[in-house]
């Protein structure tokens, strides 16, 4: 703790987990005994570098890169990068232990990492994001291998960024090795649902989650924060399902559309011209823009906060429950405060924590690297079947195992002490290392 002590998200991630991890500590000294608390929450290594580009004008721009190899206990480190000027040691450590549980759940051999930078993508042009992703991985080409450490997309990162970077690491490494990185385009080792997969498997899980309540989606006015890449998806397979996605936002506020979004405008808005969530209200006779405020007081039943970390806070929780929210499913790492969490879980509403419902994305990226180590593309329905199979042993993972530590129907409890034993037998298995 003492170490840690400027990197609040960190320690929260790890006190979040170590509080829920009681009932198995409890049973089973040995993890006591092997100091595997200790070692699970010390990074196996965490390499910080420097970024140096030149911008467009000719001037010499320098930011701060980040790779933290957290545990390769289950298989390589893997685990997105993130481009966000918030980006820290202490928020790239945080994902990363929190990658490594999640990547325990998906029953894949993966281990956890997260990396990044404080470069902001915002306002700079195709050139400029281009040399800057070349100059980042200049240095960080020398720590990845298939076999060694596998960075994927996360916040700023996507189709365009990984090109960039896996285009860099061929040139410098003179190797095809498509597993060297995951989300990448189709013609060039990428796997078909890696785009929609963390999106799609929220609602997966959250489906399963609402099916064991004899519910789902079918008739339930659904709210989604954010409007990335996981939050377009998540409110596509809502839809699709039958529910009524009243509600998206950005950074900058959030719209409303009583009758059901335009979830294709959403996406040209966003993804297509990179605009602002409030030109849906420009565009759109039906909808309102509110500029800032909080989207949580839009009454709904299944809310799915899919933008960024502790987002969501008991007081938007409160409202929420009062609102009549039956189900929350985690889109995003860690968006909902502990506070928040305690207001859900005593109001009896089903909560599907991230290391859980946003595992799709990790679980599609194994199954991007399964494709490129045997040199074979699968086609949309099937990757789509194995990751919606995966979702729901993830959740029949969790509510078995919260059910086994005398606390039924607690996810985040559940999620915590299957990813935990996972990770902590294999550790034990493998000695003191
Ligand atoms: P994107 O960069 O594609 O989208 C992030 C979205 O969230 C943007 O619409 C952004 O708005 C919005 N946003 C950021 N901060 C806030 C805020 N405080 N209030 C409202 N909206 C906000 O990222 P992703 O969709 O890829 O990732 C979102 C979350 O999901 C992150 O927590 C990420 O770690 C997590 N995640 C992502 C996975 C993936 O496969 N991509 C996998 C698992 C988890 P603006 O346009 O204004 O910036």
């Given at each position: 703790?003492r170490?840690?002590?400027?990197q ?26 092997s100091?595997?608390?200790?070692r699970?929450?010390e ?7 420097r970024v140096?580009w030149?911008?467009?004008?000719g001037?010499?721009q320098?930011?701060?890169?980040f ?17 966000h000027?918030?980006?820290n ?19 894949l051999?993966i281990g956890?990492?997260?990396g990044?930078?404080d470069?902001d993508p ?7 994001v281009m ?7 200049t240095?960080?080409h020398r720590h990845?291998?298939e ?9 700023g990162v996507?189709r ?5 970077l896996f ?9 095809y090795e ?5 989300g ?5 080792g990428?796997s078909?649902?890696?785009?929609e997969?963390?999106g799609?498997?929220t ?9 064991d ?11 989604v924060s954010g ?8 409110a596509?397979?809502?839809a ?6 009243v509600?998206?936002?950005d950074?900058?506020g ?6 059901g ?16 969530i ?8 039906r ?17 799915l906060p ?5 987002e969501l ?6 409202a929420?429950v ?19 969490v305690?207001?859900f879980?005593e ?6 924590p991230?290391?859980a419902?946003n595992a799709?994305g990790?679980a599609?990226?194994?199954l991007?690297m ?7 593309s699968?086609h ?9 199979e ?12 919260a059910?086994a ?18 990770v ?10």
């Amino acid at each position: 703790e003492r170490r840690d002590y400027d990197q609040p998200e960190f320690r929260q991630a790890v006190h979040e987990v170590l509080e829920s991890l009681e009932p198995a500590l409890d049973q089973h000294s040995e993890y006591l005994d092997s100091r595997v608390l200790e070692r699970l929450c010390e990074p196996e290594r965490q390499i910080i570098f420097r970024v140096p580009w030149t911008d467009d004008s000719g001037d010499i721009q320098v930011n701060r890169g980040f790779r933290v190899e957290f545990n390769s206990a289950l298989g390589p480190y893997k685990g997105g990068l993130r481009f966000h000027p918030s980006v820290n040691l202490g928020i790239i450590k945080f994902l990363g232990f929190e990658q490594t549980l999640k990547n325990a759940l998906t029953g894949l051999p993966i281990g956890g990492g997260k990396g990044g930078s404080d470069f902001d993508p915002k306002g700079k042009s195709d050139a400029e994001v281009m040399r800057f992703c070349q100059s980042f991985m200049t240095e960080l080409h020398r720590h990845l291998g298939e076999y060694t450490d596998v960075p994927a997309g996360d916040v700023g990162v996507g189709r365009r960024e990984i090109g960039y970077l896996f285009g860099q690491y061929k040139r410098i490494t003179n190797r095809y090795e498509s597993g060297v990185l995951t989300g990448k385009g189709l013609n060039w080792g990428g796997s078909q649902v890696r785009t929609e997969a963390t999106g799609y498997g929220t609602v997966y899980f959250v489906n399963a989650m609402l099916c064991d309540r004899g519910d789902g989606f079918d008739g339930r006015r659904v709210v989604v924060s954010g409007s990335g890449n996981v939050a377009i998806y998540a409110a596509r397979k809502a839809a699709e399902l039958g529910g009524t996605v009243v509600a998206m936002s950005d950074s900058s506020g959030y719209i409303v559309d009583e009758s059901g979004l335009d979830l294709d405008l959403v996406r040209d808005i966003k993804q297509t011209r990179s605009g602002r969530i409030k030109e849906y209200a420009e565009r759109c006779d039906r909808a309102k823009y509110v500029d800032g405020g909080t989207i949580w007081e839009v009454p709904c039943e299944v809310a799915l906060p899919c933008a960024s970390q502790n987002e969501l806070d008991s007081q938007s929780a409160a409202a929420l429950v009062r609102n009549g929210v039956i189900a929350v499913g985690e889109g995003a790492n860690m968006p909902t405060t502990p506070e928040a969490v305690r207001v859900f879980a005593e109001s009896g509403v089903a909560f599907g924590p991230g290391k859980a419902a946003n595992a799709g994305g990790v679980a599609t990226s194994g199954l991007e690297m399964q494709q490129n180590a045997s040199r074979d593309s699968w086609h949309f329905d099937y990757t789509d079947k194995r990751l919606s199979e995966i979702m729901d042993d993830i959740h029949t993972t969790c509510r078995e195992t919260a059910e086994a530590y005398g606390a039924p129907g607690n996810y985040v409890l559940g999620a915590n002490i299957a990813g935990f034993i996972k990770v902590a037998d294999t550790m034990r298995d493998l000695g003191v290392i």
